[in-house]
């Protein structure tokens, strides 16, 4: 599949959709930054460490929420106020991740990840986001 989208348009793609994603990160398969705030990489990079064999991570805390998805060639994760709707969210980044041109996975492993990754990412926001 052709990518339909560079990793930082697809960024702005979820953040156009909802007015509840915070900021966001696009990494490749081996983890390197393709797009976002630098200071969530590490963050992000955890998260998805936490569940390696999940194509969608989920958690969240009273001060809000991250989502990730993840393919064969990308992974997009997005931090969230406590209000975004997790179905809705892990939908959009499902659409992003497909037009990053990796196809999405056959079979969704939902995993759901602990409050203490969601805080790293949380204090880890750029102060303007």
């Known amino acids: 599949m052709t990518a339909a989208l560079t990793p930082p348009l697809a960024l702005d793609y979820v953040r156009e959709l909802s007015a509840d994603v915070l900021a966001g990160v696009v990494l490749d398969a081996e983890g390197a930054l393709l797009a976002g705030p630098a200071a969530l990489a590490e963050p992000a990079r955890a998260l998805l ?5 999940a194509t969608e991570l989920e958690g969240a805390t009273p001060a809000g929420a991250a989502f990730a998805a993840r393919d064969g060639k990308h992974a997009i994760v997005v931090v969230t106020g406590r209000f975004a709707l997790s179905r809705v969210t892990r939908h959009d980044l499902r659409t992003a991740l497909s037009a990053l041109g990796g196809g999405a996975p056959r079979q969704t492993r939902a995993a759901t990840v602990s409050p203490g990754a969601v805080s790293a ?3 880890a926001l750029p102060r303007s986001a």
């Open 121 to 123: 990412l949380l204090e």
């Open 49 to 53: 460490a936490a569940a390696p064999a």
